[in-house]
């Protein structure tokens, strides 16, 4: 026991007494330190949505996060290192409310949530659907004198849409952009987008949609431009 005594503890003594004295001022310093509090507005995560349900709200809440802690860590605190998170696992189609407390947030080590506004946030929850809808040209320009538009096509003429089944639904067709075809005579082709004015609702394979205007003589006295 002596031997272990000696060996164990005797040993290296003085370097053992400062270390542990020096782990103790650490402590006590960083006890002392003065604590304060900020606040951070962030999006709420949306976590685990079954495949075939979509968020069909659309602006998305926010939530004011405030977190207390030292001066020193407050301080070196950003906005990306909180997150408000919500869980849907099992959430059914329909307007849901969901409660937001200290559980939910996502904060650095040694820092405290201790408030959360909204306590609570409501979204609307719907079906995911996917169908075709045509695609519209839109034409502008200036043709010549004794010349008019005899035939828009478009290529593809279907896009396929997806989203909220409601939202879907709405959707009629497609717009393009505004395609200029000044100055064609016979034929012209334009490379432009397909718009949907849902912004829930999106393309699922975007691409170019070619516009293909193909021109006529207008009958003598029908008046065209």
């Known amino acids: 026991m002596a031997e272990f005594f000696r060996r164990y503890v005797l040993r290296n003594l003085l370097l053992k007494l400062v270390s542990f004295g020096?782990?103790?001022?650490?402590?006590?310093?960083?006890?002392?330190?003065?604590?304060?509090?900020?606040?951070f507005t962030v999006p709420i995560e949306f976590h685990n949505i079954a495949d075939n349900l979509e968020i069909s709200s659309e602006n998305l809440p926010q939530a004011q996060i405030r977190v207390r802690?030292?001066?020193?860590?407050?301080?070196?605190?950003?906005?990306?290192?909180?997150?408000?998170?919500?869980?849907?696992?099992?959430?059914?189609?329909?307007?849901?409310?969901?409660?937001?407390?200290?559980q939910q947030m996502r904060a650095p080590q040694d820092l405290e949530v201790v408030q959360v506004v909204p306590s609570q946030v409501r979204v609307t929850i719907d079906t995911r659907q996917t169908r075709r809808v045509e695609v519209r040209p839109r034409v502008i320009g200036t043709f010549a004198a004794g010349y008019r538009i005899a035939q828009i096509l478009a290529q593809p003429a279907e896009i396929t849409i997806a989203g909220p089944?409601?939202?879907?639904?709405?959707?009629?067709?497609?717009?393009?952009?505004?395609?200029d075809a000044s100055g064609t005579i016979a034929r012209g082709s334009f490379i432009t987008h397909a718009y949907l004015s849902d912004p829930l609702v999106q393309v699922v394979h975007p691409?170019?949609?070619?516009?293909?205007?193909?021109?006529?003589?207008?009958?003598?006295?029908?008046?065209?431009?």
Do not use: Q, Y
């Open 22 to 39: 020096m782990a103790i001022a650490l402590w006590w310093a960083v006890r002392r330190e003065p604590m304060a509090e900020v606040a």
């Open 69 to 102: 802690g030292t001066v020193r860590l407050v301080r070196n605190l950003k906005p990306s290192d909180l997150h408000a998170e919500i869980d849907l696992a099992g959430a059914k189609m329909g307007d849901r409310t969901f409660d937001l407390t200290s």
């Open 165 to 179: 089944r409601k939202r879907v639904e709405a959707i009629e067709a497609a717009l393009t952009d505004p395609v």
């Open 207 to 225: 691409e170019p949609i070619r516009v293909t205007v193909i021109m006529e003589k207008a009958p003598i006295g029908s008046g065209a431009n």
